[in-house]
């Protein structure tokens, strides 16, 4: 008979004593269970003591948490949160150095503990740790101490930041501005730093007033701490004024900051990070967002200078210096070439960009191709007008519609997504990035109007067709300008042709009585092959990022399935694994019985918490949670799509449910075509004997692997 559900068996430690087994009754009051741990051991003083987890963070338990205690948990035995607050307290403002030392060294271990930094924090303990900073007596490991746990506690959002001191602020962007000081002080500066400009207004124009983007750059070369630089000037970045958005945006390109973060992050002989990959991504978005006021400026027709620019684009395309003296003749003429140029409105062009988005951007991105790539666009402007009527692609046109297809696919104007890392390392080669994609992809668009043989009604089509193009060769991360031009080359309207078709065959073809029976037949091989693969990837296992912490840092968790199937192992890293984790250091475990259902989105537990952060639709989208038996979740986001497709057609699969993802439907649909062919192909090729029948060939079977992007 299994024993009642309160019910858990656990093992608790004490220093220099046998472990106590009991089975601990989870409605009893938790005091009441330190008593009589104590009274085993002839321990006076029970409210003196508390729970511990004996491994992983080794957090303490509360009434609130106890839930998460499973049966063949290690506990142990340790004073109560607020004794060791005290005692902490007392340690750290002691005269001795080693004592201080050995103190602040074991407080920053324990700040990250919920239950004692609420302690900590209310004996003023905050307050203690910025004097001891401000003092500036405090030097090497001591120091780097003292930061991680004031980091620490105040990553829990228990104090406002708005009560940190100038002085304490000047303290620690002296250690960043300091040419020489220890790494880990550094990083824990910079870290602190970014903390306060994300979470006050007030702190940013402090933080803003003692540090330099300069200064932040130099940082750049040291790999030890370069995630931390970027970190801040995106924090800077993010929260400063619009009005003072494009003057650090100045500052940062006179300070050559993208060719450094190319030389010495994207180029350099370290792989990148993950939260390397997001800060970089952070930056690409912040810096295409300085696009967004151009984007949805409306032209003023009356403007006489943005019409300036107008005159200018035709100026180069037709050399405006032969114009007629009459003034009829000479509006005829701009007539004629306006409308040679592909705008709209022939008249009066100035009303195509009235329109936002893509506004006066789109007239910019012109501007930029009609000067420094003068011969390519007159080259365009010429070729067209050169065409039948019905055959020329209508630059003007085209040019707007770009320049908006460009700005939803890249997301200009939107806020950086948490979790994201999608960042393109081209962006970072050119210091006119965004002009320059777009000068590769309006002659693009017009070499693929060219294979289409299109008209003016196939405008919609071409865009569709170059959209494609584009997102396929964004998809290859290309490392820079030219190898972009490279992969669009290999994506020609017959390659993109070719690959709808390859992607469309399993709807399209095969659909005669006997070759759908042949399939409904081979379908139950395939899915169970398409099931063997997601198990095994889960016993593989996965690294998951921790997320919600209000400062980012690279805290990472791993799961992964047992070889027999029967449990779920999990646990907290330091850093993201090169490879398989082994099952001994996942210390926490579900077994696969308990589980009761897998969920996905909004309907996760951890999607509907409240937050100051609304939760984004990427992240949203790789949200998944396994509930289990008490009333349990283990919630998870997954790092990309490929992974939330395995994950979640994996648990399905193990709870004998059907795998539904759109990577399921894809490989099933791929290698039902691959059996297909291969069993037609055998018929082709057979020859009917006169005697005995052919026996029947046995089912084809696979060995798969994925690029998933």
């Given at each position: 008979?299994?024993?009642?559900?309160?019910?858990?068996?656990?093992?608790?430690?004490?220093?220099?004593?046998?472990?106590?087994?009991?089975?601990?009754?989870?409605?009893?009051?938790?005091?009441?269970?330190?008593?009589?741990?104590?009274?085993?051991?002839?321990?006076?003083?029970?409210?003196?003591?508390?729970?511990?987890?004996?491994?992983?963070?080794?957090?303490?338990?509360?009434?609130?948490?106890?839930?998460?205690?499973?049966?063949?948990?290690?506990?142990?035995?340790?004073?109560?949160?607020?004794?060791?607050?005290?005692?902490?307290?007392?340690?750290?403002?002691?005269?001795?150095?080693?004592?201080?030392?050995?103190?602040?060294?074991?407080?920053?271990k324990l700040s990250a503990d919920p239950t004692f930094a609420t302690e900590f924090i209310n004996m003023e303990g905050i307050g203690t740790l910025a004097r001891l900073v401000e003092s500036g007596t405090h030097f090497g490991e001591m120091l780097a101490f003292t930061l991680t746990a004031f980091l620490e506690l105040m990553d829990h959002g228990i104090v406002s930041w708005d009560l940190i001191s100038l002085s304490f602020i000047k303290q620690i962007a002296g250690y960043v501005n300091q040419p020489m000081v220890d790494v880990s002080i550094l990083q824990r500066s910079l870290a602190i730093l970014e903390s306060m400009v994300l979470n006050s207004h007030s702190l940013y124009h402090r933080v803003a007033q003692e540090i330099t983007v300069g200064q932040l750059i130099g940082h750049l070369s040291n790999q030890e701490i370069q995630t931390y630089a970027i970190a801040l000037i995106n924090a800077l970045f993010l929260k400063a004024p619009e009005d003072r958005r494009q003057e650090m945006a100045s500052t940062l390109a006179q300070k050559h900051l993208r060719s450094i973060i190319l030389n010495h992050v994207i180029r350099g002989n370290r792989p990148i990070k993950a939260e390397m990959a997001h800060q970089l991504y952070v930056l690409q978005v912040l810096t295409f967002n300085l696009l967004e006021e151009r984007m949805m400026t409306k032209m003023d027709p009356n403007d006489q200078a943005q019409?300036?620019?107008?005159?200018?684009?035709?100026?180069?395309?037709?050399?405006?210096?032969?114009?007629?003296?009459?003034?009829?003749?000479?509006?005829?003429?701009?007539?004629?070439?306006?409308?040679?140029?592909?705008?709209?409105?022939?008249?009066?062009?100035?009303?195509?960009?009235?329109?936002?988005?893509?506004?006066?951007?789109?007239?910019?991105?012109?501007?930029?191709?009609?000067?420094?790539?003068?011969?390519?666009?007159?080259?365009?402007?010429?070729?067209?007008?050169?065409?039948?009527?019905?055959?020329?692609?209508?630059?003007?046109?085209?040019?707007?519609?770009?320049?908006?297809?460009?700005?939803?696919?890249?997301?200009?104007?939107?806020?950086?997504?948490?979790?994201?890392?999608?960042?393109?390392?081209?962006?970072?080669?050119?210091?006119?990035?965004?002009?320059?994609?777009?000068?590769?992809?309006?002659?693009?668009?017009?070499?693929?109007?060219?294979?289409?043989?299109?008209?003016?009604?196939?405008?919609?089509?071409?865009?569709?067709?170059?959209?494609e193009q584009i997102t396929r060769a964004l998809a290859m991360k290309p490392s820079s300008i030219d190898q972009l031009k490279n992969k669009l080359r290999g994506l020609n309207y017959s390659e993109i042709l070719r690959l709808r078709q390859s992607e469309r065959m399993s709807q399209d073809d095969f659909q005669s009585p006997p070759i759908i029976e042949l399939r409904e037949r081979i379908q139950p091989e395939i899915l169970e092959l398409i099931k063997q693969q997601r198990l095994n990837r889960l016993c593989e296992g996965s690294c998951f990022r921790k997320l919600g912490n209000r400062r980012r840092q690279?805290?990472?968790?791993?799961?992964?399935?047992?070889?027999?199937?029967?449990?779920?192992?999990?646990?907290?890293?330091?850093?993201?694994?090169?490879?398989?984790?082994?099952?001994?250091?996942?210390?926490?475990?579900?077994?696969?019985?308990?589980?009761?259902?897998?969920?996905?989105?909004?309907?996760?537990?951890?999607?509907?918490?409240?937050?100051?952060?609304?939760?984004?639709?990427?992240?949203?989208?790789?949200?998944?949670?396994?509930?289990?038996?008490?009333?349990?979740?283990?919630?998870?986001?997954?790092?990309?799509?490929y992974e939330y497709c395995i994950w979640t057609d994996g648990l399905c699969a193990l709870l004998g449910r059907e795998m539904g993802s759109d990577l399921t439907r894809s490989d099933l649909d791929t290698l039902i075509s691959m059996e297909m062919k291969l069993r037609l192909l055998d018929l082709e090729n057979i020859t009917i004997p006169e005697a005995p029948p052919p026996v029947p060939k046995e089912p084809s079977s696979y060995n798969f692997t994925y690029n998933y992007s």
């Open positions: 008979m299994p024993p009642p559900a309160d019910i858990v068996k656990v093992a608790i430690e004490w220093p220099g004593a046998n472990a106590q087994l009991i089975e601990m009754d989870q409605k009893r009051p938790l005091s009441s269970i330190i008593r009589e741990v104590c009274d085993g051991w002839s321990l006076s003083g029970s409210e003196q003591f508390a729970l511990r987890y004996a491994d992983g963070p080794q957090l303490y338990i509360t009434e609130q948490s106890r839930g998460d205690i499973k049966n063949g948990t290690i506990l142990r035995l340790a004073i109560s949160p607020a004794r060791a607050a005290r005692q902490l307290l007392e340690r750290i403002q002691s005269h001795g150095i080693d004592a201080r030392l050995e103190a602040l060294k074991e407080l920053a019409r300036d620019i107008i005159f200018e684009l035709r100026r180069i395309a037709f050399d405006g210096e032969n114009d007629p003296t009459g003034t009829e003749k000479r509006k005829a003429m701009y007539t004629k070439d306006y409308k040679m140029l592909g705008f709209t409105n022939h008249v009066n062009p100035a009303m195509d960009f009235t329109q936002t988005p893509p506004g006066m951007l789109a007239l910019d991105n012109m501007l930029y191709l009609a000067k420094v790539h003068q011969d390519t666009y007159i080259r365009i402007v010429l070729e067209n007008s050169s065409r039948e009527d019905k055959h020329e692609c209508p630059f003007g046109r085209c040019a707007i519609e770009l320049t908006r297809m460009l700005c939803e696919i890249l997301q200009v104007g939107e806020l950086p997504n948490e979790g994201c890392n999608d960042y393109h390392p081209m962006f970072f080669t050119h210091d006119r990035a965004w002009e320059e994609f777009f000068c590769v992809c309006i002659q693009l668009l017009n070499k693929t109007w060219k294979e289409m043989r299109a008209t003016a009604e196939d405008f919609n089509k071409v865009m569709q067709v170059v959209r690279e805290k990472f968790w791993f799961c992964r399935l047992s070889l027999n199937h029967k449990v779920l192992h999990y646990g907290d890293l330091d850093e993201s694994p090169q490879g398989e984790v082994p099952f001994e250091l996942l210390s926490d475990k579900i077994p696969v019985s308990d589980i009761k259902s897998v969920v996905t989105g909004k309907d996760c537990p951890h999607m509907k918490e409240k937050s100051a952060l609304k939760q984004n639709k990427e992240v949203l989208e790789l949200a998944f949670s396994v509930l289990y038996d008490p009333d349990e979740t283990l919630n998870f986001v997954a790092p990309n799509k």
